[in-house]
Nanobody, 123 residues
Framework: QVQLVESGGGSVQAGGSLKLSCVVS????????IAWFRQAPGKEREFVAL???????TYGDSVKGRFAISRDNAKNTAFLQMNNLKPEDTAVYLC?????????????????WGQGTQVTVSS
């Protein structure tokens, strides 16, 4: 059974930081691509960042310079360090898995998803 479990969300004030984690189980982690997306109420799911097994990183324009994605292959875990948070970053953050190398930012290109973790940033 494939599982992606996110954690680390919460409520912070603008300018604060959070670090999200995504633990992957039931599927091969090596060779995969892990991505983070977010979805705010009434809005479409938005690409945030991705990291293939090669550690090439890609970021959405709205988070460049503030967020950093990483992965620990020994622990089947991906992370999203979020700094200088803004109220517009408020959303449910979801991690997604694809079993091979990709630089795709499209939701449909990812096979498995976590349930998400809520991030709320107040001004």
């Amino acid at each position: 059974q494939v599982q992606l479990v996110e954690s680390g969300g919460g409520s912070v004030q603008a300018g604060g930081s959070l670090k999200l984690s995504c633990v992957v189980s039931g599927v091969r982690f090596s060779g995969s691509t892990i991505a983070w997306f977010r979805q705010a109420p009434g809005k479409e799911r938005e690409f945030v960042a991705l990291i293939p097994y090669s550690n090439t990183r890609t970021y959405g324009d709205s988070v460049k310079g503030r967020f950093a994605i990483s992965r620990d292959n020994a622990k089947n875990t991906a992370f999203l360090q979020m700094n200088n948070l803004k109220p517009e970053d408020t959303a449910v953050y979801l991690c997604a898995y694809r079993g091979d190398y990709t630089l795709s930012t499209r939701t449909g290109d990812y096979a498995f998803w976590g349930q998400g973790t809520q991030v709320t940033v107040s001004s």
